[in-house]
């Protein structure tokens, strides 16, 4: 069983707003510090933003106030809200999870979603 898919990514013009959903399962969902990142090769995979098992979050400065991450624990679902998109925010997202959310953060985590792709055109 894959720990956690992706759905959500597309293409969208600037300032449109996309959501992705990560599937994870109960055990992750409940567990697990969970976050988004996103990748455009050749660069290394950059955090977006995590959330705690405890629902605090953290987002990277360059996503502030325009991205949420969420997490739907009845429906074990992590969410990313994408407003007001640009087209450096184009990339290949990826879900994450980790019990330590240090590790998270800094690009380690245990597990990692197979990755959906966002393209944000000017």
């Known amino acids: 069983q894959v720990p956690l898919v992706e759905s959500g990514g597309g293409s969208v013009q600037a300032g449109g707003s996309l959501r992705l959903s990560c599937a994870a399962s109960r055990y992750i969902a409940s567990r697990y510090a969970m976050g988004w990142f996103r990748q455009v090769p050749p660069k290394e995979r950059e955090a977006v933003a995590i959330i705690d098992s405890d629902g605090s979050t953290r987002y990277a400065d360059s996503v502030k106030g325009r991205f949420t991450i969420s997490k739907d624990n009845a429906k074990n679902f992590l969410y990313l809200q994408m407003n007001s998109l640009k087209p450096e925010d184009t990339g290949m997202y990826y879900c994450?999870?980790?019990?330590?959310?240090?590790?998270?953060?800094?690009?380690?985590?245990?597990?990692w979603g197979q990755g959906t792709q966002v393209t944000v055109s000017s």
């Open positions: 994450a999870a980790d019990l330590e959310r240090t590790r998270l953060w800094t690009g380690y985590p245990v597990y």
